[in-house]
């Protein structure tokens, strides 16, 4: 033969059952599908923590900040609850599901115009304004009572498909997870 060349010459037996252990481990999706999952919600998180990636979010009115310690958005109780505390991922047979359960997360990761939800009508207690008494009675306020950007949290970034294709390589050809 003529040129340069490399000869390679292997036990058979091992290559056969290194093919073997990679094909038992792409006969289920879910160990994939869960390092994909996970990538992904770090990712979500870390949007949380930067506020807003690639784009930053919009920030919060001087209204808000007056109500708010810290003005962080949406993140004010971390891990302990709240939007940012509430992120998972949840495998299923053939696919991986990045959310929360909370009912108000589209409102933020779509935002809302201030009445979109219509009118309710709320108790008010009584009490003192500018130093005159006020009777309880009842008020109809619009829900939301103010417009509220959209700060689109649950986002699949370039460099998470990046992490994905290289931790799906290391679990095809090592197992490692």
Not at 51 to 66: E, I, N, Q, V, Y
Not at 80 to 108: C, E, P, Q, W
């Amino acid at each position: 033969m003529a040129g340069a060349f490399v000869e390679l010459k292997s036990n058979v037996k091992q290559v056969e059952q290194w093919l073997r252990r990679i094909a038992q481990r792409m006969g289920t999706p879910e160990p994939g599908l869960r390092i994909m999952g996970e990538i992904v919600r770090t990712s979500v998180i870390r949007n949380f923590e930067t506020g807003g990636r690639p784009k930053k979010w919009k920030g919060l009115k001087p209204s808000t900040l007056s109500r708010k310690r810290g003005g962080r958005v949406l993140v004010g109780q971390g891990f302990a609850g709240g939007l940012m505390g509430s992120i998972h991922a949840r495998v299923a047979r053939d696919r991986v599901f990045v959310g929360t359960n909370k009912v108000y997360a589209a409102v933020h990761q779509f935002g809302a115009r201030k009445g979109q939800f219509g009118t309710i009508t709320t108790k008010v207690g009584a009490h003192t304004r500018r130093g005159r008494t006020v009777r309880a009675h009842t008020r109809q306020m619009k829900v939301p009572w103010g417009d509220i950007p959209a700060r689109p949290f649950l986002m699949v970034q370039d460099e998470d498909w990046r992490e994905m294709n290289a931790a799906l390589a290391d679990y095809v050809v090592r197992g490692a997870i």
